[in-house]
């Protein structure tokens, strides 16, 4: 059985980066609306599609005893709720599903390219948790994953790379190799060429503020300009706090709650759940729940060290 704590840190790092993101999302708007919806009735803290859309695929996964993308896309659009946040492509895409469209037709009707968006990221850490030590299944999955709601190119590289650098994480490789090991499968240039800044700032222990992270990584919601910078992230501040990371996130400002689940999947990854802020945790939403899945994932996977991740 693998490390249960680091599991759970994963996907517990991963919705309470996305409840603490999500009130600076968006513009003035967004955030008021965020501010109203954004707690339930006995005040926890709500999170957002990224984790709704991550305990989706953990679930799928437990239940069909693999990645089945035919069950899985029924579930995701059994999940959508508005109040969650999703963007507009994917509510549109997840309500075409719901009617009965396949989802092979349904991921191109709204992007003709597919999707381009961080989506299939945000969500991609699980896969990194349920295949850690199987690289090829890893990047299989992470793929035919994310095509259902995303079929454009960097949108696939970018969940391939959260969910290798997830397993990666839990696996305890350090820091500074990560970068490498990620490039040698990823298929675009765009994303090697930040892994290779990311890697420099890594192994040079540079601290660069906010706006360079952003003006050279990026923090947008595609998956180009936000995939990169939660990883760089998730393992800058590896020995750091995890409110310190969150903190510097906010100020990098952009897609707030995705990159913090990402990045927080990652640091929960490393360091568990034990290092996770407990005052945040009490007054997380459905944290039984999140605990139940997340212990499920680590009673079914390989032990640790039978197989070499990447």
Sequence with gaps: MMDRNGVTGSLLGLALGDALGAPYEGGPLEQGLWWLIGKTRPGQLCWTDDTQMALDLAESLLAEQGLQPDALARRFAASYRWHRGYGPGAARLLKRIKRG??????????YPDG???????????VIGLY???QTEALIEAARLSAQITHAHPLAIDGAVLIALATSLALASVEPEAICNRLAEHCQT?????????????LQSEAAPEPAEVVTRLGHGIAASESVVTAIYLGFRFIDKPFLEMQQFIVRCGGDVDTIGAMAGAIWGAARGLNALPEEYLERLEQRQR???VAAQL??????AGSKSTG
């Design 290 to 292: 999140l605990g139940r």
């Design 131 to 133: 295949y850690v030590g």
């Design 189 to 201: 240039e765009l994303f090697q060429a930040r892994l290779a800044l990311a890697e420099g700032w």
């Design 101 to 110: 469209e396949d989802w092979r037709q349904a991921n191109r009707a709204i």
């Design 115 to 125: 999707s381009y968006g961080n989506g299939a990221a945000m969500r991609a850490p």
């Design 298 to 303: 680590a009673d079914r996977l390989v032990p």
